[in-house]
Nanobody, 122 residues
Framework: VQLQASGGGLVQAGGSLSLSCAAS????????LGWFRQAPGKEREFVGG???????TLSESVKGRFTISRDDAKNTVYLQMNSLKPEDTAVYFC?????????????????WGQGTQVTVSS
């Protein structure tokens, strides 16, 4: 499985950005696509994930501001980010798990896409 992420960029606080990530190759009948982010000097943290069969989960830090969705016909996951804050600044990574369960633990994910930078200015 390969992941190709796109989107991101620079936005002022309060603005919006969207990310997308397309999976190609041999997926499974039930798989999870997720988003993580990593700010300089910090650990990579879970942002959200969506399973083909078990719904979606968002971290508390982004709940109410971010929305995660997927298009199974395109094997693509989307992250719509609204009301962005400077603390959302990070490199965002999409991730693929053969499991149908949405884990926040990054070790549960089998494949990673290249990171895409999101910068929110104050």
């Amino acid at each position: 499985v390969q992941l190709q992420a796109s989107g991101g960029g620079l936005v002022q606080a309060g603005g919006s950005l969207s990310l997308s990530c397309a999976a190609s190759g041999r997926t499974s009948s039930s798989y999870t696509l997720g988003w993580f982010r990593q700010a300089p000097g910090k650990e990579r943290e879970f942002v959200g994930g969506i399973s083909r069969t078990r719904g979606s989960t968002l971290s508390e830090s982004v709940k109410g501001r971010f929305t995660i969705s997927r298009d199974d016909a395109k094997n693509t996951v989307y992250l719509q980010m609204n009301s962005l804050k400077p603390e959302d600044t990070a490199v965002y990574f999409c991730a693929f798990s053969y499991s149908g369960i949405v884990y926040s633990d990054r070790t549960r994910y089998n494949r990673w896409g290249q990171g895409t930078q999101v910068t929110v200015s104050s």
